[in-house]
Structures are given as structure tokens and as C-alpha cells.
């Protein structure tokens, strides 16, 4: 071994010429020769934001949106024609007129026989109607007289609250000073009896005069004053809106008081001048205080029975006031009855009878008016006459066609199969274009659904009207027609072409390169790149791109398209490889 290495170390260049050999004919007649090279190729897009519309799509045909046949309801004798084949026509444009003299006597007649009807039925209740007339004058008057009674009656238990509220305004004054003589003393009655109404009395009898023929004076007050504070209570918690029977009671009750008050008053000045009177007839003076309350005494009676004598007549006032209501109401009473009565004579079955005379003579004369306005005939909406049948002077039958009379509005009937069907709603939006005008693009919108469909070969399709938004003189009826209706809309959503989503049993996915390795990889191009699956959630999709929900972001790369380029490698590689690598020129070539 030692030998041979220190022969090469002596021969290097032989050597080297000898290893370069070996390797080149080891490539020659290891490597494969004639065989394909094979490299995947990816072309990629980008996920990015717009808008994605879906549609269903159909064709048919255009057609006018109304047309129809207008006819005479009437037979007779064309006298004009207004309307010729192209002519442009507005709703209620007369387009003809026939012979209508006597259906304008029919009209004359039965407006005639009308006018003669409701005579009749005027001259058959003119006899009661006066009676009723002056009976419901009275009716209205007793009405009248007894609103005036209630408005009368109220103003009076307004005067009734006055007058009870003039009387409380003296009535505490009198009672105190009532109370005051009854109760109270000076220095000269405390020596005597304690206060002037027992004074009084013992000074009567000390002078040897009998009180037997007097009131129990302090019985009298005691009565006067309980009364009084009753009636007060009362007045306390009424007011002038209290109901009539509130004011009325406190009327009489405050009366009742202010009489027992009176009494009282009575009471004391005889009691008071009996003792003046004992005095005299003793020769002894009476007391001066006895001559105040006797100047009191008096004034207050003055001011009692000017208010008992305007109560009592209020109550009168009252009194008077409810039965004039009540005559009132009674006279009402009386005047509806009389009118009733006068009501009740008319024959309900004369009147009835006229009634419907006149009602018949009325649809009569309706009838005939509708029978003249069918002598005309006019157009039954805007459009164009596209034929007129008739000329002046024809005599024409009842249901003969006058003209055809189609709209300027126009609508593209199309078909769609029981799928695309399910997402049609009307009033969805639609874009029309048409095989005769290639460059004309136009918008209308769902106007009808047909909703039973068609069978055929077991398909099953649905009729879609389209109507135009717009009008255009190069459309016109019968040319063919492709629309595409739009059933859904997103703005905005973050998009992918078609071809970049692919699915499988775990989902759809996108495939997204990844940065190179060194070494060759699985499923990587010539140049190193690497793609990975992604999962995607997908949404709406179009004719050329895909929704992406989620998996993505705006500005990613994803694989729209892969394909493999294959290149051929013969022996004659081999042979130049080896050519070049021993200087030379190059051998033929060779292929295996």
C-alpha cells in the first residue's frame, strides 16, 4: 500500500487525470439518462377587500307591460275616429264615437220620469209635514223654556249660597254679643248672682214681680246656640258649586237657626224691660247696663228678621224656580208626544212605497247615463294604438274591436329553475342586455313571480317579469332578452379568486407559500418554495371570487393556480459534462 501511494505521490498529474476519469464514467453509467425532469409551478393572487354580488340569471323575451284590445260595449254607426295605427294615446283620450241620439233620449226620459217621482213623493208628505213642522217649533220651544228654567233655578241657589253667606257674616257677631249678655257680668252683678241673666232675674223677683209669664230665657239660648253651631258646621264645608240639594238644606237649616235666635233675642229683651219696669214701680233705678243691652238686643233683632225674611224668600225663590223646571219638562213631554202622534199618522207603507219609485226611477236614469258614456270609447291607459280596425261610417256590433293599444312601459319575461326561484323576491334589482344590441345594458326590477311552474322533461321552471326602469326606442317587443337578478350583496368583504379555495372532508382551505429551506422539499418548485394548507370559513361567491369569513387577512398571498413544467436530460449531458471536463472539445452525442 505504502508503494502505491508514494507512485501516485511521483505521478500526480497521471494520477489526477485518472480520478477525474473515474468519476466521469461512474456519472456516465450511474446517472440516469433519457429521463424527464419534472417542476411545480404556482401562480399566486392576493386576498383583498371589494364587493361581491350574486345573481340568478335567465333569458326570454321583451314585451310590452299592458296591452289589450279595445272594444265597443254597443252597437251602432261609427260617426269618428280620433286614433291611427302609431299614434301616441293618453288615459281617457276618446278614440272613437258612435251614434248616440237615441241613447241621449233614454237619458232625457229617465231624468224626466226621475223629476216626476220625487214630486209624487214630495206631494204625498206635504200634507203632515206642516203639523210636523209647527209640532217640532213646539218641541224645540219647550226645549228652550226649559233650559232657561235650569239656568234660572241655578242662578237662584247661586242668590240662596249669597244670601246664607250675607247671614253668617252677621250671624257670629250677634251670637257673641247674645253670649256676652247672657254670661257675662261687671263688678256690680259679681256682688249679686255672678252674671247679668241670673242679675235679672233675681232682681225681678227681689222687687216682688213674677217671672212666671217669661220664657225660660237661658233654655231658649241654649237651644239657639246649639242650632246655630250645627248650621255653621254645615256652612263651613259647603261652597256656592255645592249640589242644589246641599244648598237647599242649608237654607232651610240656617232659617231654622236664625229663628230659634230670634227667639232668644226675645227672650232677653222682655226679661230686660220687665226689670227696667220693676225698677220704676220700686222707685229704684235700673242698671244703665241693662239700657245697652236693651240698645244691642234690638239692633240684633233688626239684623235677625231683615235675615229671615230673605231666606224665607229664598226658599219661595227655590222653591218657585224647581217647579218651573219641573212644568217645563212636563211641557216637553207633552209637545214629543203631540209630535209622535203627528208622526205616527203618516203611512209607513205609502212612504215606503214612494221611496222606491224614486229609487228606481234613480238607478234608471244611472242606467241609461252608463249606456251614453259606452257610445264613446276612449283609451283605457298611456300608450300607442298599434291598430285601428274601424273607419268612419262602419256600423259595427256590440264587442267589436275599435283598436289594440299597447304601453310604452316594457317588461322582459324570463325563466329560472326551481333553485334559482327560491331567491327571487319582488323588487329585487336586475340587469338586462339583449342579443340584437350588443352594447346596450339596462335596469329594471322583479315585478311578478309566477307561483305555480312549469314541468318539462321533468324540469321544473318558473316565469320572472322583469320591468324596465327606464324606457329605450332600440328595445322593442319580442327581442331576446338575458337578465341577471341580484339576490345577495356584500360591500367590503375580504376576497380570493375562485380557483384559490379548495375543499376537502375536514373543510375548505387555501394553500399560502412559506419561506424556502435549503435542500429540495415536497410539494416546492425548482427555486425552493414551500406551500401550506390553510383553513378558511367561506361565504357569498360569485362567477369569479370567493368570499373569505375567516382564515385570512387583507393582503395575503394565497395559490390561485399550480402547474408542473417537465424538461428531458439524455446521456449526451453526460458526454459534454465529461468533455468539459477533459478539456476537449466533446464526443458525439448518446442517448440511453
Known amino acids: ?241 255645592s249640589d242644589p240639594a246641599t244648598v237647599s238644606k242649608i237654607v232651610e237649616d240656617t232659617y231654622d237657626a236664625t229663628k230659634k235666635i230670634s227667639n232668644a233675642i226675645k227672650a232677653l229683651i222682655n226679661l230686660i224691660q220687665q226689670y227696667q219696669d220693676a225698677a220704676a214701680n220700686n222707685n229704684s233705678s235700673a242698671q244703665s247696663f241693662s239700657t245697652t243691652h236693651l240698645n244691642s238686643l234690638s239692633g240684633y233683632a233688626t239684623q235677625v228678621n231683615t235675615h229671615l225674611v230673605n231666606m224665607l224668600s229664598m226658599q219661595q225663590s227655590i222653591k218657585a224656580a224647581v217647579e218651573d223646571v219641573d212644568t217645563a219638562q212636563n211641557t216637553i213631554d207633552q209637545k214629543k208626544q203631540s209630535l209622535d202622534t203627528l208622526q205616527n199618522l203618516t203611512n209607513p207603507i205609502s212612504d215606503q212605497s214612494q221611496r222606491l219609485n224614486v229609487a228606481q226611477k234613480e238607478t234608471a236614469l244611472a242606467d241609461a247615463l252608463e249606456t251614453l258614456e259606452d257610445y264613446t270609447i276612449y283609451a283605457p291607459f298611456d300608450g300607442v294604438a298599434t291598430a285601428v280596425g274601424v273607419k268612419t261610417g262602419d256600423a259595427i256590433s256590440a264587442n267589436a274591436t275599435i283598436a289594440t293599444v299597447i304601453t310604452n312601459n316594457q317588461v322582459a319575461t324570463i325563466t329560472l329553475n326551481e333553485v334559482d326561484v327560491a331567491n327571487i323576491k319582488i323588487g329585487q334589482k336586475a340587469t338586462l342586455t339583449f342579443d340584437a344590441i350588443s352594447d346596450l345594458t339596462m335596469v329594471g326590477h322583479v315585478s311578478k313571480i309566477d307561483t305555480v311552474g312549469t314541468v318539462s322533461q321533468g324540469v321544473v321552471s318558473y316565469g320572472v317579469t322583469i320591468a324596465f326602469d327606464s324606457e329605450n326606442e332600440q328595445v322593442k317587443p319580442g327581442m331576446s332578452a338575458t337578465a341577471a337578478i341580484i339576490t345577495k350583496v356584500k360591500q367590503d368583504v375580504l376576497l380570493v379568486p375562485n380557483s384559490a379555495v379548495k375543499s376537502s372532508t375536514a373543510g375548505n382551505y387555501v394553500s399560502v407559500p412559506v419561506a424556502a429551506i435549503d435542500g429540495a422539499a415536497s410539494g416546492s418548485s425548482e427555486d425552493g418554495v414551500i406551500v401550506k394548507q390553510l383553513a378558511v370559513i367561506v361565504g357569498l361567491a360569485d362567477d369569479n371570487y370567493t368570499e373569505v369569513v375567516s382564515g385570512l387577512a387583507e393582503g395575503d398571498t394565497v395559490v390561485v393556480k399550480t402547474s408542473t413544467q417537465t424538461s428531458a436530460k439524455t446521456s449526451s449531458n453526460n458526454s459534454s459534462v465529461l468533455s468539459r471536463l477533459l478539456g476537449g472539445g466533446g464526443g458525439p452525442n448518446r442517448t440511453r
Open 1 to 241: 500500500m505504502a508503494n502505491i501511494f508514494s507512485g501516485m505521490k511521483r505521478h500526480k498529474k497521471i494520477t489526477a487525470i485518472a480520478i477525474i476519469l473515474i468519476l466521469a464514467a461512474g456519472y456516465y453509467f450511474l446517472a440516469p439518462s433519457g429521463k424527464n425532469a419534472s417542476a411545480t409551478i404556482y401562480t399566486y393572487g392576493t386576498a383583498a377587500n371589494g364587493n361581491i354580488i350574486q345573481s340568478a340569471s335567465g333569458s326570454g323575451q321583451v314585451a310590452a307591460s299592458d296591452q289589450t284590445d279595445v272594444k265597443s260595449r254597443v252597437a251602432g254607426n261609427v260617426v269618428s275616429i280620433n286614433a291611427a295605427a302609431g299614434q301616441a294615446v293618453k288615459s281617457g283620450d276618446v278614440l272613437a264615437r258612435l251614434d248616440a241620439v237615441d241613447a241621449q233620449a233614454a237619458v232625457d226620459t229617465a231624468r224626466a220620469n226621475l223629476e216626476s217621482a220625487k214630486l209624487a213623493s214630495q206631494k204625498a208628505v206635504q200634507d203632515n209635514s206642516l203639523a210636523q213642522a209647527q209640532a217640532q217649533q213646539a218641541l224645540q220651544q219647550a226645549k228652550d223654556a226649559f233650559t232657561g228654567s235650569q239656568n234660572s233655578l241655578s242662578k237662584t241657589y247661586e242668590q240662596a249660597f249669597n244670601t246664607i253667606a250675607a247671614a253668617f257674616s252677621d250671624l257670629p257677631l250677634i251670637m257673641s254679643g247674645i253670649d256676652d249678655i247672657v254670661t257675662g257680668s261687671n263688678n256690680i252683678v259679681v256682688q249679686s248672682n255672678g252674671n247679668y241673666l241670673n242679675y235679672y232675674q233675681y232682681q225681678i223677683g227681689s222687687y216682688g214681680s213674677s217671672t212666671a209669664q217669661l220664657l225660660d230665657v237661658g233654655s231658649t239660648y241654649t237651644v239657639a246656640k246649639d242650632s246655630y253651631s250645627r248650621v255653621l258646621t254645615e256652612y263651613k264645608t259647603a261652597s256656592r258649586y
